[in-house]
Nanobody, 116 residues
Framework: QVQLVESGGGLVQPGGSLRLSCAAS????????MGWYRQAPGKQRELVAT???????NYADSVKGRFTISRDNAKNTVYLQMNSLKPVDTAVYYC??????????WGQGTQVTVSS
């Protein structure tokens, strides 16, 4: 069983930046694919970004060029750097991981609100 704990959410003005962090339990963090999903009120959950165990990354078209996913295997932590934030980025952001599927395990979520 893997436990994921997100942090770093909050209120930010349009055009601002936030960095989300996700700390994972377990000794084989480096073997997991990691991801970030988000869900806005009344909308379907959306896969935002993933990073494979080897470091390869993928992004949703809606965040390409603005968001960056990264991982620090020594700290069992994955990050989501979010720049040029827009009101449409407002959502609960979830950290996920898995050995086969990136969404086998989920964190509790952290709220990101982009508003002036």
């Amino acid at each position: 069983q893997v436990q994921l704990v997100e942090s770093g959410g909050g209120l930010v003005q349009p055009g601002g930046s936030l960095r989300l962090s996700c700390a994972a339990s377990g000794s084989i963090f480096g073997a997991y694919a990691m991801g970030w999903y988000r869900q806005a009120p009344g909308k379907q959950r959306e896969l935002v970004a993933t990073i494979a165990s080897g470091g390869r990354t993928n992004y949703a078209d809606s965040v390409k060029g603005r968001f960056t996913i990264s991982r620090d295997n020594a700290k069992n932590t994955v990050y989501l750097q979010m720049n040029s934030l827009k009101p449409v980025d407002t959502a609960v952001y979830y950290c996920t991981c898995g050995l086969v599927r990136v969404d086998d395990y989920w964190g509790q979520g952290t709220q990101v609100t982009v508003s002036s």
